[in-house]
């Protein structure tokens, strides 16, 4: 191929970054790779950024394209559904799918981390520079302005193509916007929650504490506590909380006395396995909740956003990492088609993928909503139960949202949020109207549920006129 | 009252400015206003900003307030419904209401500017300096720095309060997002199309050369043109079109032949009465199309955003004006509570009014695709069909859309929107299916109607899980 040669900068070496590098390596092409932090498979610097992470069928499909589904599976520990704890300290799971097949992964994202750039840095066409910060990109003459941690000096690198994958902060969309050559569409829009991460160690014998295979979740109504299990038997544990609103928030959890008493109201059976609580609470840094949508990603043929550089999504749905992963896998796609062509490339790889970024970055607040106060409501909890035993009975048949969104990787996410909203909706209808319940034949429940899907999608078309 | 001397800074004179500053100096307080353009009394600088706006109930309710209803209505051109040019030259006039005392009104952006600060300057106690362009604010402290265009010095003002209505592209809110010192919600939003001003001019004799009582809209699928009429017998035309979409774009619509050719095929009884287009087409820029939102709108007790500073919106429901007024009249209400306590009466204020602006945001852009598109299709034009019907047999009982938002001031625009919506859903779904028809006896579409809106209302609030 004609391209083999043509230089690629990516500013930023974390998961999508170096997921990136490691395909357009394997592609051929010339990559350097700037990472403002140190190596991170020689310091410890997960402070400050979530320890753990969810890893589900989108984000492997990228694992299989790039060849390391395997050695990837070593990093996951499974996690079939919710546990969720009541505020009497009563626990039920309910799982994620009625497929046995279909379940999460709790991985660690410093373990991944260090994969990918291990993978990458095998291509001899690959290098990956640490403690480079990026202090600007010029997208017209396709250079950025680097400083070296080190020695402080600034110096210029230019390339054929610059790729941003440098997270939620990202210096090249601040240039994009700053610069007003274009018309940028922009918003960063934050919840009104916080989140602090906590931790269960593991006993002394090295075992998990509360069950390991689930994402364990205390919703609250307006806040909740979530844990999420690691390989070497301790949790990672995050209290989502209004920074200013209700009772007990993080503006006012301010002594030790507040913060137990909190816990021991509201989360007692977590805080009988959290004697750490308060050094965690007190050490650990409260960071806020944000979304960020933008367009355009790219600037002509020079420069492209990806990751959460172009869409940084609030993490309730697990799909963060998976859906930065997804870029890569439709990205290379689109790349395969128009090699070559940067702008092309970059014009329809914005085309096809933002529509279904918009569609999870407003999956993920909704998750909000469901896991701090939904999953406790009856009307909920039986559709649920409902999902659970159409999709047992019926597995080709029935998929329900959290499945269309998950583990259904060849489905959009913006169609899986239309069909899924469309199912909730027509379920929760026919539950409050008597029309079915949990105890019905499934198989009268489905040909409903499908009735009545297709008549509010229906009914959606007619009135946006389509 | 013990605040009448607190010193209020305003930084904008436009609409929003000049009338806030005459509310607040009826109410005593020491008002400066700071605008950076000259004088509109004085100097024509009407460039580049829409010439005539649409006037209608939510804005005459603060002009009420004011005690300027009827010198305002005076400067008010009525226009009773849209008049609809198809692309064969064919016209045929759609109702805004069909209750005949409900229209909305043409009005000069200037003529209307220039009352207000005229008023606003009969209060000893208010001072408007021109030529004055606010640079930043320090919101911790309370200040803003200004330069002034005459003898180019920079001067810093302080105050009590200050309060920002310096338009979409409000130097405050910059200093809101670059100061980072709160977690600021933030967006712009740019749509595919520019809009471009243009005009009819009288006849010889002073005569609107085209009805004078209506909105004219020549729609054309995915791209418009508009004409409002003015007092001296011309009409502000405007053509919304896309910047690189279609076969003729703003981008390629670079040489003479080729506007002309694109309206003599799209727009030709409009070409007919527009000799000068090909002047007024090279002579006048093309302007972008953004809504913009932002939260918090105020910082603690000393700063505050107003009208578009706050909430820019596109102009295609002709509320930003309207909106920018009530937002004055719902600041009085809150500031006649809580007089003297400004970080509650701020504070309340964007509680109440922020999912009002929020709503007519959404509405703005839902009724470019009506203007452009829907008003051409006939199952669309039944629709209004049966809606003028309704509100002319039942004018109490049925209440539009468009007339929620535009003629009942008591409702907010969320609640216009969503009981609007609900209704458009119904009646859409029920024309498409058959059930009811523009020839059925209107008591019975009625029923119909409104039973099928509440189940409508009803299936959200559960899908919600409200």
């Given at each position: 191929m004609k391209n083999k040669q043509q230089n690629i900068l990516i500013i930023g070496a974390g998961l999508c970054g170096s997921l990136l590098a490691l395909r357009l390596g394997q592609r051929g092409y010339n990559v350097s790779v700037y990472e403002m932090r140190p190596d991170l498979r020689k310091v410890d610097i997960s402070a400050g950024r979530s320890?753990?992470?969810?890893?589900?069928?989108?984000?492997?499909?990228?694992?299989?394209?790039?060849?390391?589904?395997?050695?990837?599976?070593?990093?996951?520990?499974?996690?079939?559904?919710?546990?969720?704890?009541?505020?009497?300290g009563n626990t039920f799971q309910s799982n994620y799918s009625g497929r046995s097949h279909e379940y999460i992964n709790s991985i660690s994202r410093g373990d991944l981390n260090a994969l990918l750039l291990d993978e990458a840095e095998k291509h001899e066409n690959v290098t990956i520079y640490f403690n480079k910060k990026c202090k600007s990109v010029?997208?017209?003459?396709?250079?950025?302005?680097?400083?070296?941690?080190?020695?402080?000096?600034?110096?210029?690198?230019?390339?054929?193509?610059?790729?941003?994958?440098?997270?939620?902060?990202?210096?090249?969309?601040?240039?994009?916007?700053?610069?007003k050559k274009f018309l940028f569409s922009f918003s960063q829009e934050y919840l009104s929650h916080g989140y602090k991460e906590l931790t269960i160690l593991p006993k002394v014998n090295g075992d998990y504490k509360i069950y390991k295979n689930a994402l364990h979740i205390w919703p609250r109504g307006s806040f909740m506590l979530i844990a999420l299990p690691n390989l070497d038997g301790s949790f990672t544990v995050t209290l989502f909380l209004s920074y200013n609103e209700g009772k007990y928030n993080f503006n006012n959890l301010t002594t030790e006395e507040r913060v137990l008493k909190f816990f021991?109201?509201?989360?007692?059976?977590?805080?009988?396995?959290?004697?750490?609580?308060?050094?965690?609470?007190?050490?650990?840094?409260?960071?806020?909740?944000?979304?960020?949508?933008?367009?355009?990603?790219?600037?002509?043929?020079?420069?492209?956003?990806?990751?959460?550089?172009?869409?940084?999504?609030?993490?309730?749905?697990?799909?963060?990492?998976?859906?930065?992963?997804?870029?890569?896998?439709?990205?290379?796609?689109?790349?395969?088609?128009?090699?070559?062509?940067?702008?092309?490339?970059?014009?329809?790889?914005?085309?096809?993928?933002?529509?279904?970024?918009?569609?999870?970055?407003?999956?993920?607040?909704?998750?909000?909503?469901?896991?701090?106060?939904?999953?406790?409501?009856p009307i909920f909890q039986e559709k649920r139960k409902i999902e659970m035993a159409l999709e047992k009975e019926f597995p080709k048949e029935y998929i329900s949202k959290y499945s269309l969104v998950t583990f259904n990787e060849a489905i959009g996410y913006r169609e899986a949020m239309l069909r899924g909203r469309a199912q909730d909706k027509a379920i929760l209808n026919m539950l409050a109207g008597g029309v079915i319940s949990p105890n019905d034949?499934?198989?009268?429940?489905?040909?409903?549920?499908?009735?009545?899907?297709?008549?509010?999608?229906?009914?959606?078309?007619?009135?946006?006129?389509?």
């Open positions: 320890i753990n992470l969810a890893f589900s069928d989108r984000g492997n499909k990228a694992m299989k394209l790039v060849g390391l589904e395997a050695q990837v599976k070593e990093l996951c520990i499974p996690m079939n559904g919710r546990m969720i704890h009541d505020a009497h010029n997208f017209e003459k396709t250079t950025a302005l680097f400083k070296d941690y080190h020695d402080e000096d600034e110096f210029v690198e230019d390339a054929d193509v610059i790729i941003a994958t440098d997270g939620a902060g990202s210096v090249m969309r601040k240039s994009y916007y700053l610069a021991q109201n509201e989360f007692p059976d977590a805080l009988a396995v959290m004697p750490n609580l308060l050094e965690d609470f007190f050490t650990n840094p409260t960071a806020p909740l944000g979304t960020i949508k933008c367009s355009p990603w790219h600037y002509k043929g020079n420069t492209l956003l990806m990751g959460d550089a172009a869409h940084a999504i609030v993490p309730f749905y697990g799909q963060g990492m998976n859906a930065s992963f997804e870029d890569v896998v439709e990205f290379d796609a689109v790349l395969e088609k128009h090699k070559g062509d940067w702008e092309t490339t970059f014009y329809e790889y914005e085309k096809n993928r933002k529509k279904d970024t918009d569609a999870i970055a407003d999956l993920a607040i909704d998750n909000f909503h469901e896991m701090k106060d939904h999953v406790a409501h034949d499934m198989k009268i429940v489905l040909e409903k549920v499908k009735k009545e899907t297709e008549a509010i999608l229906e009914d959606d078309r007619i009135a946006g006129l389509r």
